[in-house]
């Protein structure tokens, strides 16, 4: 076991991802082509009795399936490589200076005891991490997905390579973690991980979850202090669960609620070692509800926009009543 920290340098570390990454998509790829090629034998021959079903096969995604863009998988191959190490180096400095140890699972700031992460004892920070990872995995999953339908794969395969590469990208972030004394693998951070990812298939199959979104908000409050980034600066940090208050109004009044507008309730912390738990009641802004056109670029970057709470005035109801005019 000893040897075991040396394999996760960081030549390595950006290898696996990208390589792993890489040659999922491939494999999913030689799946679609063959089982598009198989499909299209099976409907030409049903449809040769038919001239109406033929009409309706016509329409079928997979009787036509997208051209594959090796240009465009390199060039998002490439980016995945960027982005790596472009995140390498603050999660180094700020989580990764510690002292190696043998790979073991994470019980919490208490070390010995705990629920493995999961209970409310077991965080310095309120769980705003686990929120942090939820949040991060579900936009990755979304941007991957949409980048997997621009290089060619159908909607369908791309719903999925999203979450799946995206897990496999976190999940290297907790095997990394696991050969550290200070902290360890994370069963809560890989759960949060996992929900995350997926999170836009879960919608699929349950609308309800899509009535919810995650939003995040941050201004600096310069704690902890003497930190190399502010990915440590919980206090810093709002997490807000928006809503459509509308989709819960009699279907009368529902056409005269303005689709737009969202309320949310903010989670945050007063400092990072067990500080007070801060909730906030403010109006929120659903994007992609202003914008009706058709042009995808505009919709994505709409959609982008949703990621983000706005700063807006709100109403602090824990640990404290108080007003903010203007919150962040």
Same mark, same amino acid.
């Given at each position: 076991?000893?040897?075991l920290?040396?394999i996760?340098?960081? &030549?390595?570390? =950006?290898?696996?991802?990208l390589i792993g990454a890489?040659l999922?998509?491939?494999?999913i790829?030689? /799946?679609?082509?063959?089982?598009?090629? @198989?499909?299209s034998?099976?409907?030409i021959?049903a449809?040769?009795?038919?001239?109406?079903?033929?009409?309706?096969l016509?329409?079928?995604?997979n009787?036509?399936p997208?051209?594959m863009?090796? &240009?465009?998988?390199?060039l998002?191959?490439?980016?995945?490589?960027?982005?790596?190490?472009?995140?390498y180096?603050? +999660? &180094? !400095?700020t989580?990764?200076?510690?002292?190696?140890?043998?790979?073991h699972?994470?019980?919490?700031?208490r070390?010995?005891v705990?629920?493995?992460?999961?209970g409310?004892?077991?965080?310095? @920070?309120?769980h705003?991490d686990?929120?942090?990872?939820y949040?991060?995995?579900? =936009?990755?999953s979304? $941007?991957?997905?949409?980048m997997?339908n621009?290089?060619?794969?159908?909607?369908?395969?791309?719903?999925?390579?999203g979450?799946?590469?995206s897990s496999?990208?976190?999940?290297?972030? !907790?095997i990394?973690?696991?050969?550290?004394?200070?902290?360890? +693998?994370s069963?809560?951070?890989?759960?949060?991980n996992?929900?995350?990812? +997926?999170?836009?298939?879960?919608?699929k199959?349950?609308p309800?979850?899509? &009535?919810?979104?995650?939003?995040?908000?941050?201004?600096?409050?310069?704690?902890? $202090?003497?930190?190399?980034?502010?990915?440590?600066?919980?206090? /810093?940090m709002?997490?807000?669960?928006?809503?459509n208050?509308?989709?819960?109004?009699?279907e009368?009044?529902k056409?005269k609620?303005p $689709?737009?507008l969202?309320?949310a309730?903010g989670?945050?912390?007063?400092?990072?070692?067990?500080?007070?738990?801060?909730?906030?009641?403010a109006?929120?802004i659903?994007?992609?509800? =202003?914008?009706h056109?058709?042009?995808?670029?505009?919709?994505?970057?709409f959609?982008?926009?949703?990621?983000l709470? @706005?700063?807006?005035?709100?109403? $602090?109801?824990?640990?404290?009543t108080?007003?903010?005019?203007?919150?962040?």
């Amino acid at each position: 076991m000893k040897i075991l920290p040396s394999i996760f340098s960081l &030549k390595n570390f =950006i290898r696996v991802s990208l390589i792993g990454a890489v040659l999922f998509i491939l494999t999913i790829h030689n /799946g679609i082509c063959q089982n598009h090629l @198989f499909s299209s034998v099976k409907l030409i021959k049903a449809t040769t009795d038919s001239a109406h079903s033929m009409q309706m096969l016509s329409k079928s995604s997979n009787f036509s399936p997208k051209k594959m863009s090796y &240009k465009r998988l390199a060039l998002v191959s490439t980016g995945l490589l960027a982005l790596n190490i472009a995140a390498y180096q603050p +999660f &180094k !400095e700020t989580w990764w200076n510690e002292e190696r140890t043998h790979f073991h699972l994470y019980r919490g700031w208490r070390r010995t005891v705990g629920s493995w992460d999961f209970g409310w004892n077991d965080s310095y @920070f309120g769980h705003m991490d686990k929120l942090g990872h939820y949040y991060s995995s579900k =936009i990755m999953s979304e $941007q991957l997905t949409n980048m997997s339908n621009w290089i060619g794969f159908s909607e369908n395969k791309s719903r999925w390579i999203g979450p799946v590469v995206s897990s496999l990208l976190m999940l290297e972030i !907790e095997i990394y973690d696991g050969f550290f004394k200070e902290w360890g +693998f994370s069963l809560a951070d890989f759960t949060a991980n996992e929900l995350g990812a +997926f999170a836009p298939v879960i919608g699929k199959k349950f609308p309800f979850w899509r &009535k919810f979104s995650l939003k995040f908000s941050y201004h600096p409050s310069h704690l902890p $202090q003497n930190e190399p980034t502010f990915i440590k600066d919980y206090a /810093g940090m709002t997490y807000w669960l928006s809503c459509n208050a509308g989709e819960f109004l009699p279907e009368k009044l529902k056409d005269k609620y303005p $689709q737009w507008l969202n309320f949310a309730l903010g989670y945050g912390v007063s400092k990072q070692a067990h500080g007070d738990v801060e909730l906030f009641l403010a109006p929120d802004i659903n994007w992609e509800k =202003i914008y009706h056109g058709s042009s995808r670029a505009v919709k994505l970057f709409f959609h982008g926009l949703n990621y983000l709470h @706005f700063p807006v005035f709100a109403l $602090q109801i824990s640990p404290k009543t108080k007003f903010h005019y203007i919150y962040f």
